[in-house]
């Protein structure tokens, strides 16, 4: 079992700046991939920023330049620095990470997703 919890959200004027924080904690063995994805309302949820299995990241072309997303691996913690923010950033933002979980002595692949948090980008 693995567990996902971000922080950082909140409300912030077009132009401005947020810092976005996903711990994972649990059973892991591996974290192959790591990232952000968003969902706006009456729309699908879309990657943001990712590392992949590589070590390499992709961003979306909406994004680049203006988000980095940066991890601490030693603390099993992903970030999204968000700059020059959009009324159109807004949306719920949503870590995930995949890899090996070792739960009841079972090596087992796992797919997790925090519970999201909410950027509204308004003035």
């Known amino acids: 079992q693995v567990q996902l919890v971000e922080s950082g959200g909140g409300l912030v004027q077009p132009g401005g700046s947020l810092r976005l924080s996903c711990a994972a904690s649990?059973?892991?063995?591996?974290?192959?991939?790591m990232g952000w994805y968003r969902q706006a309302p009456g729309k699908q949820r879309e990657l943001v920023a990712a590392?992949?299995?590589?070590?390499?990241?992709n961003y979306a072309d909406s994004v680049e330049g203006r988000f980095t997303i940066s991890k601490d691996s030693a603390k099993n913690t992903v970030y999204l620095q968000m700059s020059s923010l959009k009324p159109e950033d807004t949306a719920v933002y949503y870590c995930?990470?995949?890899?090996?979980?070792?739960?009841?002595?079972?090596?087992?692949?796992?797919?997790?997703w925090g519970q999201g948090t909410q950027v509204t980008v308004s003035s």
């Open positions: 995930n990470a995949a890899g090996i979980t070792n739960y009841r002595s079972a090596y087992r692949p796992y797919d997790s």
């Open positions: 649990g059973s892991i063995t591996s974290i192959n991939t």
């Open positions: 590392f992949t299995s590589g070590g390499r990241t």
